[in-house]
């Protein structure tokens, strides 16, 4: 059985820096990504990687944040820097079965953890 565990948001100011990190227990091989939901909108992919670790982004984010995983503690990690306003919202580690390549589709993905907030604001 598939656990999720997300940590490492909180509140920052434009053009700050937060680190997400995502515990997961029960994975194997499978792609993992990142989502965000922003109040009275819909939840959409931020960025994904395929157990091989290839990666993809949406086109918002695309040199601002990156994801990366550490295999040996089963974690998934986002960075993300020069934070800007419009990326506040409630963020999500996710885990879907074997695939050919990294999703950000939400289909994509059958495993999802609570959740962590994060608030860009001056």
């Known amino acids: 059985q598939v656990h999720l565990v997300e940590s490492g948001g909180g509140s920052v100011q434009p053009g700050g820096s937060l680190k997400l990190s995502c515990a997961a227990s029960?994975?194997?091989?499978?792609?993992m990504g990142w989502f965000r939901q922003a109040p009275g909108k819909e939840r959409e992919g931020v960025a994904g990687i395929h157990s091989g670790g290839r990666t993809t982004y949406a086109n918002s984010v695309r040199g601002r944040f990156t994801i990366s995983k550490d295999s040996a503690n089963n974690t998934l990690y986002l960075d993300m820097n020069s934070l800007k306003p419009e990326d506040t919202g409630m963020y999500y580690c996710a885990a879907g079965p074997p695939f050919y390549i990294p999703s950000l589709a939400p289909g994509r993905y059958n495993t999802w953890g609570q959740g962590t907030q994060v608030t860009v604001s001056s």
């Open positions: 029960g994975v194997t091989t499978s792609i």
